[in-house]
């Protein structure tokens, strides 16, 4: 808070007044950017501005009680609630007084909408007396240290990595190398040794071969050598390659397996939050990034370091005085190869943005053929792709020519050193301060120092990279796991399903909440219907049965033991699930019904297909149980699918049943043999059905109709349909609209 | 919603603005002056007659729409049916449930302290800012860093993957999202300082 801000706020203070949220909007008007503060405390909502003065905004509101010393206020006991209304690229925060007007509007962009969106829910929780229960931790939009905005919410600053650390825990994965990895770096020390010893044999070979013209037999002698050395190099080059990309690639390997793992016990929360692409991308992108870094960037670097530094040593060693006209151009090397290095990297990023473009057009008007072609639309769709194509011309031909120019550039600046030592060099050969063959050999060690430096301006863009990859990486692999090895869980070995909902609430968002005081008892082998609108809470109370996610308030029992003590292994293994579209692996029918339970017998597998109303079909495939299904089963008709996800599900053999909506979008002949399946399936089991369909419903023992999170009716189809009341209602459009349809066919 | 059907009774209330949009926006490569566009006729209930739209503050925190002679809605909310391409026109008026009641072609039409309500409405509505002058641009890992001064004054703001989040309206007018789904809106390119727009060609 701002200093000026907190002497308005110390001003106006009460001693009994505790703050309890100070919050800054980025909006003071939907005109201005600029903050003001919404400070809640135990007795009112204060809301100051920035600015010193404390008289420009009489004209926001009337009355002349609500300022103290400048500072608007309301006491708790005249606000009735708060409420966000969402607007296009920002929100507005609403806090209502008892007689229903709204005491004042806050203004915040898209970038607080879910901070107010919290606000305005705690307002509403102290207005009703309640304890306000915000939630601790909001996503950091932030960094920590720099304060620079992250790339994504609670994401790695890239500008703040702590470097030495990431690079440290990578060096990790290599620990069971250590003999190799010390091999490695001793074949690189050799190997860039090798390549410094050809300049000098060049040497020798001039100085006392071919300017006295004698010495026939040295020359033969020194040309072998030269050989030797290139055959060694080259052996050493080999094993190098060798050595470091098994290191690597092993190294690479178990960096994947840990992510994978830690993607596989990852709470679902997660996953809420996070995209599905963005996680798979970390598996695929990240890692590459961090393999190519491995793998190539650090052998390259340590090797070329090397090299330099031999080479300077070496250059020095020899004369001092050239040393220093080779350095010469080195800073403008450097610094111009990096200028342009940003230059050319905005011109690849251009490149494959235009690619991407071109390819997508491709991809969609391929696709899209038969739209094309029936509206006639070949010719339009020929100048746009030559219009994606020119751009994709322009932007290659002005990279390629950036390109030419960085080599231009560079060699420019490196020939400068080489005009030197020429100049210089041969004025000292002629001097006899130096001879023709150390010349030569200076000359063939500055381009071999010149070349590295070149690409030394791209290292860091590319280390960087590789550092913010090999962060996101542990990010996943440091999440909290599911609580899957709990020390004190309770086992259970067989699950009655007795399943008690005692005053559960639950909100995805702690401010929001789905699911309000559910009161529900289920006795074990019952068969509960949920009823309801989407959105009301159906699916999310499912979710807590098989601990996707753990209720926020109350508690849900199951057999008389709170969820959260069963151990994990346990519950899931007693539960199942068959949802509404059955999501099957790409392997055979046998070893899909078999996910559940990977040592059952065919026999075991073929009685569930039998009792699933799935052999039927199964059979007359000609692979039979042999046959593969497919990327999620997309060789199988949907009725198929299910019927196999209900065999999955008898031979799981689930103490716990869960359908969701499991029947809905099948022809009826196809349903009445998986409502024949789901019959056989759901007796002596716990079972919970979401449907729509009222002939799923009917076979309940009780339905519960849940609204806007809260169970408003519990009872038997008949008890519910006699009361005349919500569920009564439900059916009475279900069967209009399905009249409708049947008139228009 | 199903009345897609009643084009032959005739609504009560039935002259046709929406024929102009429809014959206009259908110009994709059709307009060669060869082909008579048909006409496409709609009986929608939301097509409401202009000079019967009353929008009126009451209480003074909430928008009523009343239309005469017909129905009233306590609490309405008036958007753009095309925010980008046509802000000024073609406005929605819809109930609490967000369901639309009905559309102003041009809000011209309406009597002037109704025109006045629906901008003042749509202008707290669409917090879309427009950039001014660009003071920075950094381009780190595939992410920009703008610091820009807009119409509301100063601002910083990410953009992740420029390319996908820039979406070019004109040949000279861009829209970019930030990271947080906040908007900025540049309406002529040329019409800004050459160093903004230096900025602006070095990241798309």
Same mark, same amino acid.
């Given at each position: 808070?701002?200093?000026?801000?907190?002497?308005?706020?110390?001003?106006?203070?009460?001693?009994?007044?505790?703050?309890?949220?100070?919050?800054?909007?980025?909006?003071?008007?939907?005109?201005?950017?600029?903050?003001?503060?919404?400070?809640?405390?135990?007795? *009112?909502?204060?809301?100051?501005?920035?600015?010193?003065?404390? +008289?420009?905004?009489?004209?926001?509101?009337?009355?002349?009680?609500?300022?103290? +010393?400048?500072?608007? %206020?309301?006491?708790?006991?005249?606000?009735?609630?708060?409420?966000?209304?969402?607007?296009?690229?920002?929100?507005?925060?609403?806090?209502e007084s008892n007689d229903g007007a709204p005491t004042h509007y806050l203004y915040y962009s898209n970038s607080l909408a879910d901070k107010f969106g919290e606000i305005a829910e705690g307002i509403s929780q102290l207005s009703r007396g309640e304890e306000m229960a915000l939630p601790t931790q909001l996503e950091r939009t932030r960094c920590a240290r720099c304060n620079r905005v992250l790339p994504e919410k609670d994401g790695v600053c890239p500008a703040c990595l702590k470097k030495l650390d990431t690079l440290k825990r990578l060096l990790r994965y290599f620990a069971p190398y250590r003999i190799r990895v010390a091999l490695l770096?001793?074949?690189?020390?050799?190997?860039?040794?090798?390549?410094?010893?050809?300049?000098?044999?060049?040497?020798?070979?001039?100085?006392?071969?071919?300017?006295?013209?004698?010495?026939?037999?040295?020359?033969?002698?020194?040309?072998?050598?030269?050989?030797?050395?290139?055959?060694?190099?080259?052996?050493?080059?080999?094993?190098?390659?060798?050595?470091?990309?098994?290191?690597?690639?092993?190294?690479?390997?178990?960096?994947?397996?840990?992510?994978?793992?830690?993607?596989?016990?990852?709470?679902?929360?997660?996953?809420?939050?996070?995209?599905?692409?963005?996680?798979?991308?970390?598996?695929?992108?990240?890692?590459?990034?961090?393999?190519?870094?491995?793998?190539?960037?650090?052998?390259?670097?340590?090797?070329?370091?090397?090299?330099?530094?031999?080479?300077?040593?070496?250059?020095?060693?020899?004369?001092?005085?050239?040393?220093?006209?080779?350095?010469?151009?080195?800073?403008?090397?450097?610094?111009?190869?990096?200028?342009?290095?940003?230059?050319?990297?905005? %011109?690849?990023?251009?490149?494959?943005?235009?690619?991407?473009?071109?390819?997508? %057009?491709?991809?969609?008007?391929?696709?899209?053929?038969?739209?094309?072609?029936?509206?006639?639309?070949?010719?339009?769709?020929?100048?746009?792709?030559?219009?994606?194509?020119?751009?994709?011309?322009?932007?290659?031909?002005?990279?390629?020519?950036?390109?030419?120019?960085?080599?231009?550039?560079?060699?420019?600046?490196?020939?400068?050193?080489?005009?030197?030592?020429?100049?210089?060099?041969?004025?000292?050969?002629?001097?006899?301060?130096?001879?023709?063959?150390?010349?030569?050999?200076?000359?063939?060690?500055?381009?071999?120092?010149?070349?590295?430096?070149?690409?030394?301006?791209?290292?860091?863009?590319?280390?960087?990279?590789?550092?913010?990859?090999?962060?996101?990486?542990?990010?996943?692999?440091?999440?909290? $796991?599911?609580?899957?090895?709990?020390?004190?869980?309770?086992?259970?070995?067989?699950?009655?399903?007795?399943?008690?909902?005692?005053?559960?609430?639950?909100?995805?968002?702690?401010?929001?909440?789905?699911?309000?005081?559910?009161?529900?008892?289920?006795?074990?082998?019952?068969?509960?219907?949920?009823?309801?609108?989407?959105?009301?809470?159906?699916?999310?109370?499912?979710?807590?049965?098989?601990?996707?996610?753990?209720?926020?308030?109350?508690?849900?029992?199951?057999?008389?033991?709170?969820?959260?003590?069963? *151990?994990?292994?346990?519950?899931?293994?007693?539960?199942?699930?068959?949802?509404?579209?059955?999501?099957?692996?790409?392997?055979?029918?046998?070893?899909?019904?078999?996910?559940?339970?990977?040592?059952?017998?065919?026999?075991?597998?073929?009685?569930?297909?039998?009792?699933? +109303?799935? %052999?039927?079909?199964?059979?007359?495939?000609?692979?039979?149980?042999?046959?593969?299904?497919?990327?999620?089963?997309?060789?199988? $008709?949907?009725?198929?699918?299910?019927?196999?996800?209900?065999?999955?599900?008898?031979?799981?053999?689930?103490?716990? &049943?869960?359908?969701?909506?499991?029947?809905? $979008?099948?022809?009826?002949?196809?349903?009445?043999?998986?409502?024949?399946?789901?019959?056989?399936?759901?007796?002596?089991?716990?079972?919970?059905?979401?449907?729509?369909?009222?002939?799923? &419903?009917?076979?309940?023992?009780?339905?519960?109709?849940?609204?806007?999170?809260?169970?408003?009716?519990?009872?038997?189809?008949?008890?519910?349909?006699?009361?005349?009341?919500?569920?009564?209602?439900?059916?009475?459009?279900?069967?209009?609209?399905?009249?409708?349809?049947?008139?228009?066919? | 919603?199903?009345?897609?059907?009643?084009?032959?009774?005739?609504?009560?209330?039935?002259?046709?603005?929406?024929?102009?949009?429809?014959?206009?926006?259908?110009?994709?490569?059709?307009?060669?002056?060869?082909?008579?566009?048909?006409?496409?006729?709609?009986?929608?209930?939301?097509?409401?007659?202009?000079?019967?739209?009353?929008?009126?503050?009451?209480?003074?925190?909430?928008?009523?729409?009343?239309?005469?002679?017909?129905?009233?809605?306590?609490?309405?909310?008036?958007?753009?049916?095309?925010?980008?391409?046509?802000?000024?026109?073609?406005?929605?008026?819809?109930?609490?449930?967000?369901?639309?009641?009905?559309?102003?072609?041009?809000?011209?039409?309406?009597?002037?302290?109704?025109?006045?309500?629906?901008?003042?409405?749509?202008?707290?509505?669409?917090?879309?800012?427009?950039?001014?002058?660009?003071?920075?641009?950094?381009?780190?890992?595939?992410?920009?860093?703008?610091?820009?001064?807009?119409?509301?004054?100063?601002?910083?703001?990410?953009?992740?993957?420029?390319?996908?989040?820039?979406?070019?309206?004109?040949?000279?007018?861009?829209?970019?999202?930030?990271?947080?789904?906040?908007?900025?809106?540049?309406?002529?390119?040329?019409?800004?300082?050459?160093?903004?727009?230096?900025?602006?060609?070095?990241?798309?």
């Amino acid at each position: 808070m701002p200093p000026q801000v907190s002497l308005k706020l110390s001003r106006v203070q009460g001693p009994q007044e505790e703050v309890l949220v100070q919050v800054a909007t980025d909006m003071a008007t939907e005109e201005v950017f600029d903050e003001r503060w919404l400070v809640i405390t135990n007795q *009112r909502l204060l809301l100051l501005d920035t600015d010193t003065g404390d +008289n420009d905004n009489d004209n926001d509101n009337d009355t002349d009680n609500d300022t103290d +010393n400048g500072v608007w %206020h309301w006491p708790l006991a005249s606000v009735k609630g708060a409420r966000v209304e969402a607007l296009v690229g920002g929100g507005r925060l609403e806090i209502e007084s008892n007689d229903g007007a709204p005491t004042h509007y806050l203004y915040y962009s898209n970038s607080l909408a879910d901070k107010f969106g919290e606000i305005a829910e705690g307002i509403s929780q102290l207005s009703r007396g309640e304890e306000m229960a915000l939630p601790t931790q909001l996503e950091r939009t932030r960094c920590a240290r720099c304060n620079r905005v992250l790339p994504e919410k609670d994401g790695v600053c890239p500008a703040c990595l702590k470097k030495l650390d990431t690079l440290k825990r990578l060096l990790r994965y290599f620990a069971p190398y250590r003999i190799r990895v010390a091999l490695l770096l001793f074949v690189l020390a050799a190997e860039t040794l090798i390549d410094l010893i050809p300049p000098f044999i060049t040497q020798h070979i001039i100085d006392d071969v071919l300017v006295p013209r004698a010495n026939l037999g040295l020359l033969a002698q020194l040309a072998l050598a030269l050989l030797g050395i290139n055959v060694v190099g080259w052996f050493a080059w080999v094993s190098r390659r060798w050595l470091g990309t098994t290191v690597g690639f092993r190294a690479i390997e178990a960096m994947r397996m840990d992510l994978y793992r830690a993607l596989q016990y990852l709470p679902l929360r997660s996953f809420d939050k996070r995209k599905v692409g963005g996680l798979i991308s970390r598996m695929t992108n990240d890692s590459d990034l961090v393999e190519v870094y491995l793998i190539f960037d650090i052998p390259y670097i340590v090797n070329n370091t090397l090299m330099v530094i031999g080479i300077l040593g070496i250059l020095f060693y020899k004369s001092w005085e050239l040393t220093l006209y080779v350095l010469l151009p080195v800073p403008f090397i450097i610094i111009g190869s990096s200028m342009i290095w940003q230059r050319m990297e905005a %011109h690849w990023r251009r490149w494959s943005a235009k690619w991407s473009r071109l390819s997508s %057009h491709l991809n969609e008007s391929i696709r899209g053929i038969r739209v094309v072609k029936a509206f006639a639309q070949e010719r339009r769709e020929g100048q746009r792709f030559d219009r994606h194509n020119t751009d994709l011309r322009d932007v290659s031909v002005t990279a390629e020519r950036t390109w030419v120019v960085f080599f231009m550039v560079t060699n420019f600046f490196m020939s400068f050193g080489v005009f030197f030592v020429w100049y210089f060099g041969g004025q000292q050969v002629l001097g006899d301060e130096l001879t023709l063959g150390e010349l030569m050999a200076f000359i063939t060690f500055i381009w071999m120092l010149y070349q590295p430096l070149k690409w030394f301006g791209d290292f860091y863009g590319f280390m960087m990279r590789a550092y913010a990859g090999a962060e996101r990486i542990f990010e996943i692999i440091d999440t909290r $796991s599911e609580p899957f090895e709990e020390p004190g869980a309770v086992p259970m070995p067989r699950i009655e399903g007795r399943v008690r909902f005692c005053r559960a609430s639950f909100g995805y968002d702690p401010g929001k909440p789905v699911l309000k005081d559910v009161e529900l008892e289920v006795k074990p082998g019952e068969m509960i219907g949920l009823v309801g609108k989407s959105g009301a809470g159906k699916s999310t109370l499912i979710q807590l049965m098989c601990r996707f996610y753990d209720v926020t308030r109350g508690s849900l029992e199951i057999d008389g033991v709170d969820i959260r003590q069963i *151990r994990l292994e346990d519950l899931r293994g007693q539960i199942g699930l068959v949802a509404q579209t059955s999501f099957l692996f790409n392997c055979t029918i046998a070893q899909n019904i078999s996910y559940g339970r990977p040592g059952a017998s065919f026999d075991e597998i073929l009685r569930a297909a039998r009792a699933a +109303n799935a %052999h039927e079909f199964i059979v007359t495939k000609p692979d039979g149980y042999d046959m593969v299904v497919g990327e999620q089963g997309n060789k199988l $008709s949907g009725g198929e699918k299910q019927r196999l996800a209900i065999a999955r599900a008898i031979l799981h053999d689930p103490r716990i &049943l869960i359908l969701d909506e499991a029947t809905s $979008s099948l022809d009826t002949p196809t349903e009445k043999k998986i409502q024949e399946a789901i019959s056989r399936l759901v007796a002596g089991r716990t079972t919970f059905a979401i449907a729509h369909r009222l002939t799923t &419903l009917r076979s309940a023992d009780r339905l519960v109709v849940l609204d806007a999170g809260k169970i408003v009716e519990v009872g038997t189809h008949e008890e519910l349909m006699e009361t005349q009341g919500y569920f009564y209602n439900f059916v009475k459009t279900q069967q209009e609209t399905s009249a409708v349809t049947a008139v228009s066919g | 919603m199903a009345t897609e059907n009643g084009s032959a009774e005739p609504a009560k209330l039935n002259e046709k603005p929406g024929e102009k949009p429809g014959g206009k926006t259908n110009t994709n490569g059709k307009t060669d002056g060869k082909r008579a566009v048909t006409p496409i006729t709609v009986t929608h209930p939301e097509n409401v007659g202009v000079e019967s739209i009353q929008l009126f503050r009451e209480p003074p925190w909430m928008l009523r729409l009343t239309i005469q002679d017909d129905r009233s809605y306590l609490r309405v909310k008036i958007v753009r049916a095309a925010p980008l391409s046509h802000p000024n026109r073609y406005i929605c008026i819809l109930d609490a449930k967000d369901e639309e009641i009905c559309m102003i072609d041009d809000p011209k039409l309406l009597a002037s302290e109704m025109a006045d309500i629906v901008k003042e409405e749509l202008d707290r509505r669409y917090l879309t800012s427009t950039i001014e002058r660009v003071t920075s641009v950094r381009n780190e890992f595939g992410t920009s860093y703008w610091d820009v001064l807009t119409n509301r004054g100063e601002r910083e703001f990410v953009v992740q993957n420029a390319s996908e989040n820039a979406q070019w309206l004109g040949d000279h007018r861009l829209l970019l999202v930030d990271v947080d789904g906040n908007r900025f809106e540049i309406s002529d390119l040329n019409a800004l300082d050459k160093k903004s727009q230096g900025y602006v060609e070095l990241v798309l």
